[in-house]
């Protein structure tokens, strides 16, 4: 048990459809879950991340496809016979009972002895340091603290996994930054495999080790942080992941002497040799650029590390002021492009600008298919 | 400030004609010896030492307690066991039979009983007394229940709707974690449905409570509170008294004993009703 030792499990789904009537929600799920890792199911409203939860919960059968623990299939058994625990976005705190009991009632339910639930609960409560809470009732609590008291009555059975279902979503944004660490720091002293969905592109990268993206009711990349961000697979993921959104624009190849044109309606990129290889298929054909707005650089804030690099004009359209960061909408034409760079740097709305493009972080895609080719 | 009690004035004219005028009126005669056609004469506690120290009163009082205890139990688990299981059952389905089932509601007292007389406890071809070989409204021992059996009919279908309609508004994810946990149903049931609709339901239980000290038009168009005093309760009892016996008097006497009856659970009532509030 965790009260010291750990207690886990892998989670594999392979091929998981489910349909509620005519509505597909998904379409085949294959996906991956070590013991001990925390897996964020990351995506917008719809996409099919909950559902994927529920069917690992067993709160729903999926239509096709398996779920497998360990190496036990657990498609259809009942949640109870599959040791999990689950947070729900509510918290589903019962506000009849104390915190004490709360936490108490799985443990009474499995019929598990009293001095051992007195136990249990005690440790559960510390570990969430909610100990001087235990006689409260719900309304007592704040939200931050019900939250608590929820994830004490999930861990406190010691589940082989751990689903947590939007289980920030109700919090205020300090508070959620808070619990995010905490939530991280408590599965990484338990080590329970955890399954967390959220649609917050900033929980999923600052608490998983993986994530996998969802779209459609479909997976549409599986990676650790640094992968999603860096080498996303698709337009979506691309599109999906990172604050301001990816800038995409259509490009057509052309192969120059030196090296490979972006020819866009508004400006051209020149890519140095060594891409000619990776593009020689898509000559005279579009592709989609993708350039995250952080990776453009206004003169005289380019860091000198850039090693490749283009630069592109515009005018400047709009300005975002954040503070640390400044969100410039640069005008090239035909397209407005999202560019941002140091809060120290404010430039004025009509201002031409020229913007360094680091060219080892650009992206492009497949016009038809939208998969990442570099 | 003086406007908003102008306002009020309607109102409160209104409520002191219809309530509190008939109220007081009561409590006056029930001191008084009064046949409702002559001046009433004063006599002080006359009436209650008759009342109190007639066994009839207190045999009158028990059936109502039996009343009240049969409706604390019978139509409630029933309604409580119907409207669980509709928590199972298809939306629109649901709908259905929540209709269904408050039909009977809606129907007049007076049809009901009347129909449940002639079809289900006529003493020769009711199809219950057929069944059981026994004519149970014509027996003093089986009078009381067969009319409890015919209120029930009429009244557990409406008390589902009030339940159901409380269920629904029961978050369903204390379900699925109960659910998760490794509840089954009947500790779902215990620990999420019941907790849950606690309010609702100690509220219909109490007015259970008040309206079983009230009751009169099913005994009084059945039994008229016979065989012999088998089915008297206090408001048949206090209906005779007056109408009857032209004891108007004591009748009102009786009638404040019924209020003092029915107020206890309401005392009760309010007294959770505020005790709960610190906890909502």
Do not use: A, I, K
């Given at each position: 048990m965790f009260m010291g030792d750990t207690y886990m499990v892998d989670v594999h789904l392979r091929g998981v459809v489910k349909r509620f009537g005519k509505t597909i929600a998904l379409r085949g799920i294959d996906l991956d879950i070590n013991d001990g890792e925390f897996v964020v199911l990351l995506g917008?409203?719809?996409?099919?991340k909950t559902t994927t939860l529920r069917i690992i919960a067993g709160l729903e059968k999926p239509t096709k496809g398996k779920v497998i623990f360990g190496n036990r299939?657990?498609?259809?058994?009942?949640?109870?016979?599959?040791n999990i625990s689950m947070v729900f976005q509510s918290y589903a705190v019962w506000p009849h009972m104390t915190v004490y009991d709360n936490i108490a009632f799985p443990l009474k339910i499995k019929k598990v002895p009293k001095e051992e639930i007195d136990k249990r609960v005690k440790w559960a409560a510390e570990l969430l340091q909610i100990s001087e809470l235990l006689n409260r009732y719900p309304h007592q609590l704040s939200g931050g603290q019900r939250q608590r008291v929820a994830v004490a009555r999930a861990i406190v059975v010691e589940p082989q996994v751990l689903l947590m279902d939007e289980p920030l979503s109700n919090l205020d944004a300090l508070l959620r930054v808070k619990m995010r660490s905490e939530i991280k720091k408590l599965q990484r002293r338990i080590k329970v495999t955890t399954i967390y969905v959220t649609h917050d592109q900033v929980e999923a990268m600052t608490m998983g080790d993986r994530i996998a993206v969802m779209s459609a009711g479909k997976i549409m990349q599986v990676g650790t942080p640094w992968e999603i961000y860096n080498k996303p697979a698709n337009v979506f993921v691309a599109g999906f992941i990172g604050s301001p959104q990816m800038n995409f624009i259509d490009v057509t190849i052309e192969e120059a002497q030196d090296g490979i044109n972006l020819i866009s309606s508004d400006f051209t990129i020149k890519l140095p040799q060594e891409y000619i290889s990776l593009l020689k298929d898509y000559v005279g054909k579009t592709m989609i650029l993708g350039i995250r707005p952080e990776h453009m650089y206004p003169i005289g804030y380019v860091p000198a590390s850039l090693q490749k690099k283009d630069k592109i004009k515009g005018i400047v359209d709009f300005v975002e002021a954040l503070g640390s960061d400044t969100i410039i909408h640069l005008n090239t034409g035909s397209k407005i492009i999202v560019v941002k760079t140091s809060g120290t740097y404010r430039p004025k709305i009509g201002e031409e600008l020229e913007i360094v493009i680091d060219l080892d972080k650009i992206h492009l895609f497949d016009k038809n298919t939208e998969k990442a080719i570099i | 400030m003086r406007n908003t009690f102008i306002m009020l004035i309607p109102a409160l004219l209104l409520i002191a004609f219809i309530m509190i005028v008939p109220s007081i009126s009561t409590i006056y005669y029930a001191f008084t010896s009064w046949n409702g056609f002559t001046k009433p004469t004063f006599i002080g506690l006359q009436n209650y030492r008759e009342i109190f120290s007639d066994s009839l009163f207190w045999k009158v009082v028990w059936n109502n307690i039996k009343w009240t205890l049969f409706f604390l139990t019978i139509p409630v688990i029933l309604a409580l066991i119907v409207a669980s299981e509709l928590n199972n059952v298809p939306q629109k389905a649901k709908g259905v039979f929540k209709t269904i089932f408050l039909i009977p509601y809606v129907l007049p007292t007076l049809a009901v009983t009347r129909l449940w007389q002639a079809v289900f406890f006529h003493p020769l071809h009711g199809i219950i007394t057929k069944i059981f070989n026994h004519d149970f409204l014509g027996t003093p021992s089986t009078a009381l229940l067969a009319i409890a059996i015919i209120n029930t009919w009429q009244w557990w279908g409406f008390l589902a709707n009030v339940f159901s309609a409380a269920m629904d508004q029961i978050d369903k994810t204390y379900y699925e974690l109960a659910h998760l946990e490794g509840a089954n149903r009947w500790q779902m049931f215990k620990y999420v449905t019941l907790p849950m609709i606690l309010p609702t339901f100690i509220f219909m239980e109490i007015m259970t409570v008040v309206w079983s000290f009230l009751v009169f038009d099913y005994i009084f168009i059945t039994t008229q509170g016979g065989p012999g005093r088998a089915s008297e309760v206090l408001a048949t009892l206090t209906y005779k008294t007056a109408f009857?016996?032209?004891k108007f008097g004591k009748g009102s006497a009786l009638a404040t004993t019924m209020i003092m009856f029915a107020s206890v659970p309401i005392a009760i009532y309010l007294r959770l009703v505020s005790k709960g509030g610190e906890r909502v």
């Open positions: 917008p409203s719809g996409c099919g299939e657990v498609t259809y058994l009942p949640p109870r016979e599959r | 009857f016996y032209l």
